[in-house]
């Protein structure tokens, strides 16, 4: 065992819980991990919000006929599933019904992404049911999360997404760069900037990964942890490591993820052209215990992404005491701020020097730039902090004082 890692969020016993608040339904697309941070980062949230600060959370996920949408580690928070399939959601319908039921009576809905079918039936019902609702974008209003499907995403926009993003009570940002995004969009709304939070376990093992992967032992592991896609940059990752590996024989790129369209056969059909096989290793998905196992094995961490809202796996690695190498798409300006790591253009020169700096700094430089980041995770990030301010906004929309926990834009309301 490496030394037990404190949580960073410390939650009461049901049996201490507040008077209730008031009953919010938060709605997503997906709860499988395979999807990305928002399977994660929901759930603590509402986690959090349930047991520290008394309101009543269901989660409606809008999921795929073979995914698994349970939380076994938070039975605080009921989990009702819908279709994602647009075309189960037509007017009159049983799923319309259902849905209409389950949100009537809530206090309020949050919804979490853009463009799915969990975003207007959701936000539809809450308008036609007369409940103020909360948009989270989570990165999905980002110019390269635009231009992707761009000409559909205009047209949906203009026929539906724009009423479901200026219909809401108020907007929530993950980040200054991500509230400028909604105002691009053309949102007047008010917006709130309030950011994920991340928890980490009490202790961890980090002899599990080694046991898997044996060879890796004695590397200093530099670790990408996200989906296996394009977007997170990892093409120019191949091309900057493929230069930096003849300079650091004990280094070794670990990229795990779940493959996402096929882009697994792409990167290492390119990375057996830079002829570094024997540098990059692919772990497939790595959950739980094997995944915080990873993180206390490796190095440092690496996410030169062309778009992200706030990455949870930076976060996390932050959490853990590495350091990190992210793009200015990362909206982590602490990073340099606070030198926590180091913070790159998207192309493969900039992620090649800051991955030389790195690996020619003493172990005692990256510790201490870790621990920065470690501090700053437990300042700013933790669930505990980011919950209050949430349910602080929540209460503001209910009709209670203004908030003065987290930066609030005014808008209309």
Not at 90 to 108: I, L
Not at 156 to 184: F, K, S, W
Not at 214 to 237: S, T
Not at 392 to 405: D, K, Q, R, S
Request: some cysteine; glycine content about 8%.
């Amino acid at each position: 065992m490496i030394n037990p890692v404190e949580s960073l969020a410390e939650q009461p016993q049901l049996s201490a819980l507040p008077e209730s608040r008031g009953r919010w339904v938060h709605a997503l697309t997906h709860l499988d991990p395979k999807y990305g941070g928002l399977s994660a980062a929901v759930p603590q949230l509402a986690s959090s919000l349930a047991l520290a600060h008394g309101f009543s959370i269901d989660i409606a996920a809008f999921t795929d006929p073979e995914e698994d949408a349970t939380l076994p580690q938070h039975p605080e928070v009921p989990v009702s599933t819908w279709s994602a399939d647009r075309k189960r959601w037509f007017p009159g319908a049983t799923a319309s019904r259902r849905f209409r039921d389950q949100m009537r009576g809530a206090a309020g809905v949050h919804i979490h992404g853009l463009w799915e079918a969990s975003t207007n039936v959701s936000a539809h019902t809450a308008r036609s049911l007369r409940i103020p609702y909360v948009v989270s974008a989570h990165g999905m209003l980002e110019p390269w999360a635009l231009a992707n499907k761009g000409f559909k995403k205009r047209i949906y926009a203009n026929l539906i997404e724009r009423e479901n993003v200026n219909g809401a009570a108020c907007l929530h940002a993950l980040t200054r760069a991500e509230a400028q995004n909604y105002r691009t969009f053309g949102s007047r709304r008010s917006i709130a900037i309030i950011p994920n939070g991340v928890r980490l376990p009490h202790t961890i093992d980090g002899s599990i990964f080694y046991h898997r992967f044996p060879n890796l032992r004695g590397q200093r592991i530099v670790l990408f942890l996200g989906r296996i896609h394009l977007k997170k940059g990892l093409r120019i990752l191949i091309e900057s490591w493929a230069k930096v590996a003849t300079r650091f024989p004990d280094a070794t790129l670990v990229l795990a993820g779940p493959d996402c369209e096929n882009s697994l056969s792409a990167l290492q059909e390119l990375i057996a052209g830079k002829h570094i096989t024997n540098r990059v290793v692919f772990t497939g998905m790595l959950v739980n215990e094997m995944k915080w196992s990873a993180l206390a094995s490796a190095h440092a961490f690496v996410l030169p992404s062309y778009s992200e809202g706030l990455s949870v796996a930076t976060l996390e690695a932050m959490g853990m005491g590495l350091p990190v190498i992210i793009s200015e798409q990362c909206h982590l300006p602490e990073v340099k701020d606070r030198d926590t790591g180091w913070i790159v253009q998207t192309d493969a020169s900039s992620l090649e020097t800051a991955l030389d700096n790195m690996l020619s700094n003493s172990p005692a430089v990256n510790g201490e730039i870790g621990n920065r980041g470690r501090r700053l995770i437990h300042e700013r990030y933790n669930w505990k902090a980011v919950s209050r301010q949430m349910a602080e906004l929540y209460l503001w929309i209910a009709g209670g004082n203004e908030p003065h926990t987290f930066e609030l834009l005014k808008g209309r309301r």
